[in-house]
């Protein structure tokens, strides 16, 4: 699997769902979609985690005339210019990602402890099950200097809340991670293959 994280501040919410939504009606013709997750933060954060299933494909779609436009198009809605993350070391834990969750968080920084920190992440997958049974699952994307961006999905706000109350990661995995970021969409939108 393949991420690549767009992210810019924008206000103009509505225009860029509608062109996320346009964008997703484009036909696939083979580039290897397999969906992405959407949302804004509270104060204006544009995030979109996209899944393809390789990198060439996620490549050669990006050079597609009709994803230049839409590019183009969408850099015209942000205020500033958007980054671009480009993730061909994906994890997968839990269910992944869910096109059902009501709330979505989004995690990045850095590790030095890439592998570790990814061995963690599946190890403990039964058992955060048995102990957040808010959080659906989720995909985490490394970079080639240790940048992550981790998104979480969780059944819904309110049990993502009182779960955090209630449990904690684990201090390995904690000590893994610095310049820590956290990113909560409360309205977040998918689209699927």
Avoid at 144 to 152: A, E, L, R
Wanted: aromatic share 10%.
């Amino acid at each position: 699997m393949f991420i690549q994280v767009i992210q810019a501040k924008s206000t103009r919410r509505d225009e860029v769902r509608a062109l996320i939504e346009e964008w997703g009606n484009l036909p696939d013709e083979g580039f290897g979609f397999l969906g992405g997750t959407y949302g804004f933060t509270d104060d204006d954060e544009f995030i979109g985690v996209v899944r393809f299933d390789s990198k060439e494909k996620a490549m050669a779609n990006s050079a597609r005339p009709e994803t230049d436009a839409m590019a183009k198009r969408m850099a015209e809605l942000m205020d500033g210019p958007p980054t671009f993350r480009d993730c061909d070391d994906v994890t997968v834990w839990g269910d992944g990602g869910s096109d059902d969750a009501g709330f979505v968080q989004i995690i990045q920084g850095k590790t030095d402890d890439p592998d570790r920190l990814k061995q963690i992440m599946t190890d403990d997958a039964d058992n955060l099950r048995q102990q957040r049974p808010d959080i659906i699952g989720g995909t985490s994307a490394l970079e080639d200097d240790g940048s992550f961006t981790t998104t979480i999905a969780f059944t819904d706000e309110a049990s993502a809340r009182e779960g955090e109350k209630n449990s904690s990661p684990p201090e390995e995995f904690q000590a893994l991670m610095r310049d820590v970021r956290y990113f909560d969409l409360r309205d977040p939108w998918f689209a699927s293959a």
